[in-house]
């Protein structure tokens, strides 16, 4: 599936270039690039952009096309000009009338689509790295966030034997528990993912697992949704505590098998 | 506004202050409470009648009330409180106050130090008062960090007792070294401010250089207290494996260990670095904000062009500073995510990654608003349409980059965006959101803010070379190879693992930085001596140019204001990270709209008293009083 709208962009890109053939003025081309941009955000890609990005970047192109009508004096006059006439010329009072009217209902159905948007859930800013604390206690034993590592994470080099042993355990111990959430290929698109919101974290997301030391992904193992910070609040993860399930060996396992089979490394102690 | 009419509104403000004074007090003595006089007669007359039992009630509660207070054994507090606004709050506002002055009190001799040397080499005057004009600003703000500093250093020891007992434990061997400083900045500020014409040009220039170490050495000190707060010690790699092991100052209980270990802490060069950077951007907006100001004042053709040509300056100081801005940050930033993953994903993926989407959003204003100056600076220059063509790319290409920077990694969404998506990240733009796409953009706009100050540097000016076209050629071929490589690392970012992705940021920037350089090697020699084509009009800028240096200046502060509360916020529930844990009222974090209008109010209250330190600032400009024209004034007014 195209990830773009083919119809919409072609119309666009076919009305630019009837406007290099009528040799449309300063102020026609700022308003159509204005209308096409905003257009494409809204309605060009087949996955709709959030509404929060689509109004960073109106807001973006709007002081670009500001700040090119009034770089200079002579911009400025043939940015102006076509408005003072629209204005001034008896020509275009049929026009002018048009959008006395049309303007202030456009705003007007505007606030009208604002309001009767159907109710929904109230999306939240949710935080996708929670900060991990100093420290957390696993099994009775502490684990210092900060300086913490897989303890079988040397074994690669040291000990390939005991390595492979590590990485079958926390394969087995993956498409046991995790995979009906994460996914086969830990896409995060297990069977149960549709019914989560949030989804499953994506382990192969280049921004996720490589950005993180594997005492953070311990700690998200072991503690899951309810080991969650206060500072992330309201939390909806329904990650379980997989220190009830698992014994510590066989998370570090897991740990390990999740950076392996997506061919990424944890991000290594005081690395930029 | 004549004087007359100012003194005639002081007269009623004070008329009013007077009588609301009295009014208050009335009130006060109106609602304490007395004994009735008929009954201060009875008992008089009675002489030692029995008192009443609500008068004996009373005399129990006091005694009461005294022997307890005698009683009560003395307690050290912890914390204090303020009405309304609470403690955080009130040393929030002052610090950000204090700091946002003493960054400008910095930074200006820095720039001004250099343009009265440029003056010296060259031996124009005009550099000589520029420097001056500068360093006119500093008298007033210095006094202003000071106050503030002392109000921030009251305001700790009363709010903060224990913990700032605690930070002198660590630091107070520092201390005098820091007011010996203060000392020595006092004397060679005033002695190079008032001494401007008293001494010969090297002793002069001594001075000012002088100030520039001291200052720097205050700085350091200063900055060495609040990045023990954030990294308590050092990483070093103790036992030889390779990996850096924490090294920490102090010990568990809190007790110094190592001074040095505490004052060259983990984060203590990284934000001396950012500083020193940031202040110099910082202080040259604000000084062209001045300049703008007195240019919208200006009533005639030469000082129009005198605070024109300062504005501009001002701003290229403020550019020139901002360009490698970025990566200083960027530096600090990767500094603080190795020194604690903590700390790093609080920052960047957790709670205040938020503000980093505002931060993206203000330093895309940043360069729209420089550049938009540069444009708008070439009507100064006839004959520029030549140029004016370039215009339109270098818009293109710095909305794209803006829009890339400002693109969130995972968007504000409602339910049913994020269903559409298939999860919080948009599949499409979520590259966009990655660190590959905002090193391109921040190195391709770093690229056309340089083009466009090269185009403006050549408005109106031919070159005579010999080689100037084979010149020109070769400029356009680093410029077009930096932006290549720049966007070839940026795509193949994506491609590569992490670890190798971070890294292609070095070779992104050095790229930038090599053009630059090149290309300001290359254009020296080529327009040297260049034919100019058409004059310059120093002062024949449009209004809207100088609301653009002081948006500028605007950006810069909320910038600063909010990046500080960042650093300062990251912290969490700790005074001091892992060592001194905050339990007052105030410990937690406050919500991102709370912080945001905390930062804009000590923005506003800022630029009201930087607007008093202009208005100081420019009263040396003006006519001496005279007895005769107060008296033609006063009848004028009489007359109205």
């Not at chain 1, 102006?80 to 007007?108: C, K, S, T, W």
């Not at chain 2, 959101?433 to 953009?441: H, I, R």
């Not at chain 2, 254009?523 to 009009?537: C, G, I, K, S």
């Amino acid at each position: 599936m195209s990830a773009i709208n083919l119809p919409l962009v072609l119309a666009l890109l076919a009305a630019a270039g009837l406007m290099v053939w009528r040799r449309a003025n300063t102020f026609t081309w700022l308003l159509f690039t204005w209308l096409s941009l905003w257009a494409f955000f809204k309605f060009g890609l087949t996955v709709p952009i959030p509404q929060s990005v689509v109004t960073i970047y109106v807001g973006i192109m709007t002081l670009a096309v500001v700040s090119y009508a009034s770089s200079s004096r002579e911009r400025l006059s043939e940015t102006v000009q076509p408005i003072v006439r629209l204005i001034v010329e008896p020509r275009f009072r049929l026009l002018l009338a048009a959008l006395l009217i049309g303007l202030p209902a456009l705003a007007a159905y505007n606030v009208y689509a604002d309001m009767s948007a159907p109710l929904e859930a109230p999306g939240f800013g949710r935080e996708i790295h929670p900060a991990p604390p100093p420290e957390i206690t696993v099994h009775d034993e502490t684990v210092n966030m900060t300086t913490a590592d897989n303890p079988y994470l040397h074994l690669h080099e040291d000990d390939p034997a005991a390595w492979e042993e590590h990485l079958e355990s926390g394969r087995r111990v993956y498409y046991e528990n995790c995979f009906w959430c994460h996914g086969d290929g830990m896409g995060g698109d297990g069977m149960f993912a549709h019914g989560l919101n949030p989804v499953p974290s994506n382990f192969n997301d280049v921004g996720t697992l490589p950005a993180l030391q594997s005492s953070f992904v311990h700690w998200r193992i072991a503690k899951g949704g309810p080991g969650l910070p206060d500072g992330g609040t309201p939390w909806d993860s329904a990650m379980p505590a997989w220190e009830k399930f698992l014994t510590t060996e066989e998370m570090w396992d897991v740990n390990l098998f999740i950076y392996e089979f997506n061919d990424f490394e944890p991000r290594a102690l005081g690395q930029h | 506004m004549s004087r007359n009419k100012i003194l005639f509104g002081i007269g009623v403000l004070a008329f009013i202050a007077v009588i609301v004074t009295v009014r208050l007090g009335g009130f006060l003595v109106d609602n304490e409470y007395r004994q009735p006089e008929r009954q201060v007669a009875v008992e008089e007359a009675a002489g030692e009648a029995e008192a009443t039992p609500r008068q004996q009630g009373i005399a129990d509660e006091q005694a009461a009330d005294e022997a307890e207070a005698r009683a009560r054994p003395y307690v050290e507090a912890e914390y204090r409180t303020v009405p309304f606004v609470g403690s955080r709050v009130t040393v929030w506002v002052l610090a950000q106050l204090h700091l946002l002055f003493a960054a400008f009190v910095l930074a200006v001799p820095i720039f001004a130090f250099i343009i009265e040397f440029i003056g010296y080499v060259t031996g124009e005057k005009r550099y000589d008062r520029l420097a001056y004009e500068f360093t006119k600003l500093l008298s007033v703000s210095f006094s202003m960090t000071a106050t503030f500093g002392a109000f921030l250093t009251f305001a700790l020891i009363i709010l903060y007792p224990k913990f700032t007992n605690y930070l002198m434990h660590i630091f107070s061997p520092t201390f005098l070294p820091y007011v010996l400083l203060f000392f020595l900045e006092a004397l060679f500020l005033y002695s190079y401010y008032y001494g401007w014409g008293k001494f010969g040009p090297k002793m002069h220039l001594f001075l000012g250089f002088m100030l520039n170490v001291v200052g720097t050495a205050i700085m350091f000190i200063a900055n060495a207290w609040l990045t023990f707060m954030m990294s308590p010690g050092k990483r070093e790699d103790v036992d030889g494996d390779g990996v850096p092991d924490f090294v920490s100052a102090v010990s568990e209980s809190g007790a110094l260990l190592s001074l040095r270990d505490a004052f060259f802490n983990f984060t203590w060069m990284p934000i001396n670095i950012h500083r020193i950077i940031a202040n110099v951007a910082f202080g040259g907006s604000i000084a062209a904000a001045y300049a703008a100001f007195r240019y919208l004042q200006a009533k005639n053709d030469e000082d129009k062009a005198h605070f024109d040509w300062m504005g501009y300056v001002g701003n290229f100081v403020a550019i020139i500073a901002f360009l490698p801005l970025p990566f200083a940050g960027y530096y600090l930033a990767a500094e603080i995510y190795a020194y604690s993953q903590t700390l790093g994903i609080q920052m960047m993926g957790s709670t205040f990654s938020w503000l980093f989407v505002i931060q993206a959003a203000l330093i895309g204003n940043l360069f729209l608003g420089a550049n938009y100056y540069l444009w708008l600076g070439m009507g100064r220059i006839e004959g520029t349409v030549h140029f004016q063509k370039f215009i339109k790319w270098l818009l293109i290409a710095i909305a794209i980059c803006f829009a890339v920077w400002a693109t969130p990694r995972y968007a504000i969404s409602s339910v049913s965006e994020i269903a559409a998506m298939g999860g919080s990240s948009h599949p499409q733009l979520s590259y966009l959101g990655q660190m590959s796409a905002k090193n391109t953009a921040v190195n391709i706009l770093i690229l056309s803010t340089y083009m466009s100050f090269l185009l403006y540097r050549r408005t109106g000016r031919t070159s005579i070379h010999p080689h100037r076209q084979l010149l020109t050629r070769a400029q356009a071929i680093v410029f077009s190879t930096a932006a290549m490589l720049v966007i070839f690392f940026g795509v193949y970012g994506y491609q590569v693992d992490a670890a190798t992705r971070i890294r292609f940021a070095i070779p992104q920037v050095y790229s930038v930085l090599a053009a630059m350089v090149v290309i300001t090697v290359i254009d020296l020699p080529l327009y040297r001596n260049a034919r100019q084509a058409a004059q310059t009009h120093w002062g024949k800028m449009p209004a809207i140019s100088q609301y653009a240096l002081i948006f500028i200046a605007l950006s810069f502060t909320w910038l600063m204001g909010l990046m500080g509360y960042v650093r300062s916020g990251l912290r969490g529930e700790w005074h001091v990270y892992g060592v001194v844990l905050d339990t007052s009222p105030d410990a937690y974090t406050p919500t991102l709209g709370f912080a945001t209008q905390v930062v804009s109010v000590t923005v506003l209250i800022f630029f009201g008293l930087i607007g008093v330190v202009f208005w100081l600032s420019s009263l040396g400009g003006k006519k001496a009083y005279e007895p005769q024209a107060a008296a033609d004034a006063d009848g004028q007014l009489e007359g109205a």
